[in-house]
């Protein structure tokens, strides 16, 4: 494994080491159809990123979609009996168009998925493969948690509802503080609660720094009941020895049409986005009819090209300059070099194209070796 | 020892006085203020490397990440709408967004209303708030001339005074949003620069009080 995973690009590195971690914790790979009927993305459009999909006629004459995302599918297969979990992963590609860029994009998409019966477990255990996930692509990662129940039940106290409300987590997620306070003063907000949440798009940092902060704006039973959970999911990370990664970050507020509880998102050191997100997503079962809860992430390879990784410092190992020989000598000679591990390119005569070696070896050199032994 | 913290500033006026509260607030890097065509300056004592790029592409350095924060006019913002945080006001650079149109235009709800801006995006938002169909004219400058020449029937445009306004004999018809120079932050560094980036805020916040008393 360690000789094929020197070849690999970062993505594909990630891909392969992840898929075993995955599969280490019960989780099956699922895989699916490269497109679905547009219906399934024209009903759920508010839990897609973006709307722009590729469409096209199927043979029977239906409107047919790429993919522009994963979990719809799960979701839609999903047996979900609401009593047990289904924990599947998935490597596929989706085609979106990214923000401010002219065209589609064909983006590689690592994921994962539990749904189910989701307790306290079940979301400790996808948040750690999500820094284990992490951890793969750099030891130099930090993984953010939000709970989206904390800031719906502030905003709820606060009275801000419609459209000051999508106002308000813009600006909390831009950590926007006069922006927050000005929607406050629209919406008439209690003073304190109001400084509340201007404070919110202050408070990042780790466990043991940002949750006091957080319980002191802590207002009523259910912004408890977020912050308990975070506790809870805190401590099963612990013990799954990936807490030091994890900060406290309420900027993060996802989407609020899809995501219903805890939100995470991920950032390694040297990429300038998000590599990857995820949450709890009951909404969508809901949608579906289907009992229980979801939580899942996924990580977009694509951000992983733009991580510097060793570049190799030669094409092949050998060059073998073959000539005019024969087939069968040409054979023996790269099998004889392949044995002893090295890469080999057997050419007719020296190339032009850019190709380098690190040596260029005359077949004639090996066949009269082979003679002498 | 901390990482070099890489500050985008607008080129000009506003750059100037970004500057100038960097300054205030303990960054200095003299050498900005030399007369060079050089681009970038760097401090290393105080651990911090300016550079000076076009205003509007301030957010895109760095929503990219290649400037770790930066400060741009919140027009820029509205415009763009860049995936980074918006830390502080600045309290400089202030105009507002504004739609103006000649003095004797009287509008008619009835037909198409002919917008010419720079910023097509704030335009759409604001008339599309307003419900009101229009077909937007996107000029790279001298927009005060489009209705002047009848090309548009409004504009939509930054208004710092307002004479340029007054001599083309054009008025503000409504005010779209007031503007000012933010703080921006990329928001990968703002996680693996966290106490260096705190301490920038903390530091021109605190500047800022000094002069407010």
Request: include cysteine; proline fraction near 3%.
């Amino acid at each position: 494994m360690q000789e094929t995973v020197r070849y690999f690009s970062n993505s594909e590195r990630v891909s392969a080491v992840c898929r075993e971690i995955y599969s280490g914790y019960g989780y099956k790979q699922y895989k699916m159809s490269r497109f679905e009927e547009y219906d399934l993305y024209a009903a759920n459009r508010d839990f897609l990123i973006d709307e722009n999909i590729i469409t096209f006629t199927g043979s029977d004459g239906k409107l047919m979609a790429l993919k522009p995302d994963v979990t719809l599918s799960i979701v839609k297969n999903a047996a979900a009996t609401g009593r047990e979990q289904e924990k599947v992963f998935y490597l596929e590609n989706v085609y979106r168009k990214p923000k401010n860029t002219s065209d589609f994009k064909e983006i590689m998409q690592l994921g994962l998925e539990c749904i189910g019966d989701i307790g306290l477990y079940q979301m400790g255990e996808v948040i750690s493969l999500a820094a284990q996930s992490l951890s793969v692509i750099d030891k130099d990662y930090i993984l953010d948690i939000s709970h989206m129940g904390f800031i719906s039940a502030l905003a709820d106290l606060a009275g801000i509802s419609g459209g000051a409300r999508d106002e308000l987590i813009r600006f909390i997620s831009g950590r926007n503080a006069a922006g927050v306070r000005a929607v406050c003063s629209g919406c008439g907000t209690p003073a304190a609660l109001a400084e509340g949440l201007v404070e919110l798009t202050g408070v990042y940092g780790s466990y043991e720094s940002a949750m006091p902060q957080l319980r002191a704006f802590s207002a009523n039973g259910a912004t408890e009941a977020a912050l308990d959970e975070i506790a809870g999911i805190y401590e099963i990370l612990e013990v799954m020895g990936c807490a030091r990664h994890i900060n406290l970050d309420f900027s993060h507020t996802g989407d609020m049409n899809y995501y219903n509880g805890v939100t995470f998102c991920g950032y390694i050191k040297g990429i300038p986005f998000a590599v990857l997100s995820g949450g709890r997503y009951d909404k969508l079962l809901r949608m579906f009819g289907k009992p229980g809860g979801a939580v899942g992430f996924a990580i977009y390879l694509d951000q992983l090209d733009s991580l510097s990784q060793p570049r190799r410092e030669y094409d092949v190992d050998v060059l073998l300059v073959c000539g005019e020989r024969d087939g069968v000598s040409v054979a023996r000679a790269v099998q004889k070099l392949r044995l002893k591990g090295r890469s080999v390119l057997a050419v007719s005569r020296l190339p032009e194209n850019g190709t380098s070696w690190r040596e260029a070896v005359n077949i004639e050199d090996i066949i009269s070796e082979d003679k002498t032994n | 020892m901390n990482s070099i913290l890489s500050i985008a500033l607008p080129k000009g006026r506003l750059g100037e006085c970004a500057y100038k509260i960097f300054e205030d607030a303990g960054y200095s890097c003299p050498e900005i203020l030399s007369d060079t065509r050089k681009l970038v300056f760097e401090d290393s004592g105080h651990r911090v490397r300016y550079f000076l790029v076009k205003p509007s592409d301030v957010a895109i350095y760095t929503e990219r990440g290649v400037a770790d924060i930066g400060v741009v006019g919140r027009d820029i913002l509205l415009e763009y709408s860049p995936d980074v945080y918006e830390l502080l006001d600045l309290g400089i650079g202030k105009c507002r967004m504004a739609a103006a149109a000649k003095r004797d235009f009287e509008e008619d709800g009835t037909r198409t209303l002919r917008v010419a801006t720079k910023f097509p995006n704030i335009a759409k938002n604001y008339y599309l708030s307003q419900g009101r169909d229009i077909d937007i004219i996107k000029l790279n400058g001298s927009i005060e001339l489009a209705p002047l020449l009848g090309l548009a029937d409004v504009i939509v445009d930054i208004v710092e005074t307002g004479t340029t306004l007054r001599e083309n004999d054009l008025e503000v018809r409504s005010v779209i949003a007031n503007i000012s120079a933010m703080l921006i932050a990329n928001k990968a560094s703002y996680r693996f620069k966290n106490p260096q980036i705190n301490e920038i805020v903390r530091r021109i916040s605190a500047c800022r009080e000094d002069k407010n008393d």
